[in-house]
């Protein structure tokens, strides 16, 4: 489970090595793999051969709004910075086209395990589902017959069991947001049901450098890469 990648392709390496060191079979992914960074391209080259299932994230709906709508462009770089720019120079038509129209949410089957995968909540790919979240916003979620709703958006891992159900957000590979630096993921063992949070070192430094060359003007994208807690 892994998702909030953000076009950065570093962590993203670092995160399917280590995928493909445990044997792990397919890929939950929560969407946002493009935005804020600078790889779109080599993102979606890196997840190319892997099983996988991809639910479409805001920074997704973001590149369909932009490539119908240029103008929108300007305030979104004011934000976010370059990477929906990016994204829309480096990727192909049909590569646009796919990311726009990723499903949101989808339901999948998985050794019996029934999983809902969304980005920020089952109907709403923006709303924040933060790891203090009131619990009653989660049980009035429609989570239909899912065993696992599996989510991201905010970058901070969460996991909560409610009402026979797991709720879990496997933090960002990209840009994480709780203070600790690295690429985060989780794996999620079909045949005990049990769940582990991961994170990967890398070497961030050049993608640090790069943010303070190419967006001065939004310092956040270097900083919350070297936050710590």
Known sequence: MLGDIHGNATAL???????????VEALLITGDLIGYYFEPLEVL????PWS????????????????REPALLSEVRKKYGPGIDIALKEL????????????????ILIDS?????????????????????????????DT????????????YPTLKYIENKLFINPGSVGQPRNGQRGAHWAIYQTKTREVEFKVEEYDSRILINNCRLKCPAIPYLAEILERRK
Do not use: W
């Open 45 to 48: 080259k890196l997840l190319e």
């Open 13 to 23: 390496r670092s995160v399917l090595l280590a995928a493909e060191q445990q044997q």
């Open 92 to 107: 192909k038509l049909n590569q646009i086209n796919y990311l726009s129209n990723l499903p949101h949410p989808l339901d």
């Open 52 to 67: 996988k299932y991809i639910v479409r994230g805001n920074h997704e709906k973001m590149l369909d709004a932009c490539a």
């Open 113 to 141: 395990v029934n999983f809902r995968l969304c980005h920020g909540s089952p109907f709403d790919l923006n709303r924040y589902l933060y790891p203090d979240v009131d619990l009653s916003v989660i049980r009035n979620l």
């Open 144 to 155: 239909g017959d899912a065993d696992v709703v599996v989510f991201g958006h905010t970058h």
